[in-house]
């Protein structure tokens, strides 16, 4: 456990399903051909040729605001049944074609639209638009399917509601919009979707699924004015339809209120939040501004985390179209007081809304915004997702209309709006406190598995259109071609120019491994190290650093991992700043001093967590007594450590002849190496390389334990065991190839059997973890308790279901496609290009380990995939993991 940083703080907003609205991008009209088809049908067309990858995006018009009374999640139940056929195309040829796709394929429903989206390879463009077009001209509707997928959404609603901090926002927005179509999450409840029939799915879908309530967005590289045309073929027949009245938006005065939670979370939280003009208000970018800059690392309420005052703190929000949310947000110790806490937040607020925000923070944050804006042409699904919220969520006809609104807010504006808003005693306060559930116990076992007659999957006939596209496996033709570089210091620098953007991706990683690095006694030192770069560098204190990144629109990260983005012309000075601080972190005896304190009184509720002790109950089944990866913090290691610990860690772990740096946009490499040698090329080594790779261990032995968690309502439960596979084991082809079958997508065999045909879970997946010397398999689920078993045993005879016959011909060549056609996806994005080429650096594979993997993909045989998982899966051995209400077992 660590001081909460960005990434921890993102994920505790993820936690609450809080997102910022980001900027989109701006309006390149030769790249961007519109039309709105004579059935009403809103269609853009945007070209990048970034990668041969499409994405299109079927926004309609309708989402949880237009539910029926008392049925708060129908269109997310009508979400659910768009995946579930339409007449001409079967559930079944769904699934087997969105399978073969290889792409990203799904949905999700928000309070004023639902959106269907797909990120695919170009050549599949086509496969897409026939799909959107037989959903949109019919669904099947069918109560039998209707009744499975009922139990799949309730088991996707138990998984949210275990989640005590999104049980609260379900609280918070019926406070802060009672009485409106917001004062309910679109997720919907058991009880309504127990209540909802077919007929009225049926109604809803009829009502609002008509072209002339959809928006379609599709950017990638296509041609547009082909593009259009096909759209026209398959949409254009389509008829219109009348729209019913839309709900009424009537928002009463909020009054401040308290509310008392408990939490899973390792830590407690105070949440402060109050109600902001929506995304269609003449003040949304005043808004969007005002968020940014109180959330600001500059800000009052971030300095609580640095300063002591607080574990973390910081302002966050969400912006819908009828209305938005402001909650600012400060952490505290498991067994912490935390009225100090909250006291300080109302004086910052208080003081904001009295005296104003900085100035200096509005204007960073207008900066940050519009540099967000150039960053959306680095990825495909991201320039596609800038368009689909400018049109339907914000009501403008271009993202470039929201650039204008960013430049003009003044800082009087804010002012204005937070003195009108931000008032401590008419927020939402909610204090969510840690809550301590028990130890992992031992399970004596769960008897034999039963037996559920899964049958053989059967071949799917498929559309023409569909068949023909996936007839022929081919090896994707990458469109990387990266220098590879080695700097006199042993900095690996891999450049691969692009043209998307005007802004640059840098991404950096050191290989390490703090569990054999750090040495006995002490466990922590990495965790400090980490901590301390968030206060900065030796020269730029972290305030200061800060305001030089934001003044170029910079966003930058060091560590262990490190990353810049950054406008090509300010390229030099971002990597200036990177590199001092990358190489000189701020080893403040007080900043030491403060997250010390703040370890030692945040550790007893991380390692009483049920988070945590479900993870340790997990590890020390499967790996020997005493094994590194076992070593963890203690509230004696971490009072033991000094500061010169955490400098001796960082000279001898943080080594240039260890690390990579990826550098993706519109730069040659010629460039990007004279400016990372003259800025890293001084970063010295000394010293023969560490080991950073764990030692191989024996295999384990089945065993079963349960961790009471009080906070969850849904048992979370996971399958694992030790494999004797490395990541380069002949072996791991065919066992990756079979894991697609096993549960890669919407038609693998544990999706159909455990939640298509039965509903006992929402999502399950199984994966590898492969490492130099060891292995591992696990599958996860999430169920209701008294499904635990019944889900378990579906998973042990699929899993023997795999040793014991050869997987079809169907199966495999569908699998072969889909593996094949998600490469192409990796570079799709500055983001994914830089990940990818970074982690096969670290990880020692050549940079052009994709195409290599297709060639064995392509020759692996049924047969094949029944030897390899014969011989390396042991069903019988798996360790059992079941975190959450007893499975009465």
Known sequence: ????????????????????????????????????????????????????????????????????????????????????????????????????????????????????????PSNDLDVALHIEAARMQGLDLDAEDWQQERGAIEQEVSGDLSNPSFRFYTQLVDELFRGTPYAHTPLGTRESF?????????????SWYVPNNAVLVIAGDVDPEQTLSKVKSLFGDIPRKPLPERPEFGFSPVKGRSLELSTNNPYGAIYMAWRLPGLRSDEFATAKIMLDALGS???????????????????????MPHAGLAMAYGAFSAGGDPAPIRQRMRDIIRQFASDGIDPALVEAAK???????????????????????????????????????????????????????????????????PKQSGEPVAKQGYGQPEQFGTPPDEAVELPQWASQAFAKLDIPVSTLDPTDMHLSNGIRLIVQPEHASQRLTLIGGIDTNADLQAGAGKAGVAELLDGLYQYGSAKHDRLELQRRLDAIGADESAGSSFSLSVAKQHFEQGVKLLAEHEQHPNFSKRAFSILKQQNASSLPGYLNSPDFLNGQAMQQALLPKNDPALRHMTPESIRGLTLEN???????????????????????????????????????????????????????????????????????????????????????????????????????????????????VYGVGSSFGLQARRGSFEVNYGSDPDKVEQARSLILQNLKRMQNAPVSADELHRAKGTLLRQMPLNESSYGAIGGQLLSLSLNGKPLDASTRAAKHYLELTPQAIQQAWREYIRPDDLVTGVRGPSSGQ
């Open 297 to 319: 690392q500059r800000g009052a309420l971030a300095a609580m985390g640095f300063n002591g005052t607080a574990l973390a703190g910081g302002m966050g929000g969400r912006l």
């Open 646 to 760: 955490v400098r001796d860690y960082f000279h001898k772990a943080y080594r240039p002849d260890m690390t990579t740096i990826v550098v993706v946009g519109d730069i040659t490499p010629e460039h990007a190496r004279k400016v990372i040698e003259q800025h890293f090329g001084n970063w010295q080594a000394s010293g023969a390389k560490p080991e950073t790779e764990y030692p191989a261990v024996p295999l384990n032995k089945a065993s079963r334990f349960h961790t009471p968690d009080s906070s969850a309502r849904q048992a979370s439960v996971s399958l694992a065991e030790m494999v004797d596979v490395t990541r380069d084991s002949p072996a791991r082809f065919a066992l990756y190839l079979g894991n697609q079958i096993l549960s890669g997508d919407f038609s693998s065999r544990l999706h159909r059997a455990l939640r298509e045909q039965r509903g006992l």
């Open 1 to 120: 456990m660590t001081r909460l940083g960005r990434g921890a703080l993102s994920a505790l907003w993820l936690a609450l399903g809080v997102v910022l609205a980001t900027p989109a991008l701006a309006d390149d009209t030769h790249d961007v051909l519109r039309s709105t088809l004579d059935n009403g049908l809103k269609v853009v067309v945007v070209h990048s040729d970034l990668a041969p990858v499409v994405t299109t995006q079927m926004n309609y018009r309708v989402g949880s605001s237009e539910a029926p009374e008392g049925f708060p999640g129908m269109a997310h139940a009508t979400e659910h049944m768009m995946f579930r056929g339409s007449p001409g195309l079967s559930k079944d040829q769904l699934s087997a074609i969105s399978a073969s796709m290889g792409g990203s394929m799904n949905a999700f429903t928000a309070q004023d639209m639902t959106q269907y989206h797909f990120t695919v």
């Open 194 to 206: 127990d209540n909802t029939t077919v007929a009225q799915l049926r109604a809803f879908y009829h």
């Open 367 to 433: 900066r940050q915004a519009i540099a967000a804006i150039e960053s959306r042409r680095n990825s495909i699904s991201g320039l596609a997702g800038a368009w689909s919220q400018a049109l339907v969520e914000q009501g403008v006809d271009s993202p470039e209309k929201l650039i204008a609104r960013i430049q003009a807010v003044t800082p009087e504006q804010v002012d204005t709006l937070a003195r009108r808003v931000l008032n401590p005693d008419q927020a939402i306060v909610a204090t969510l406190t």
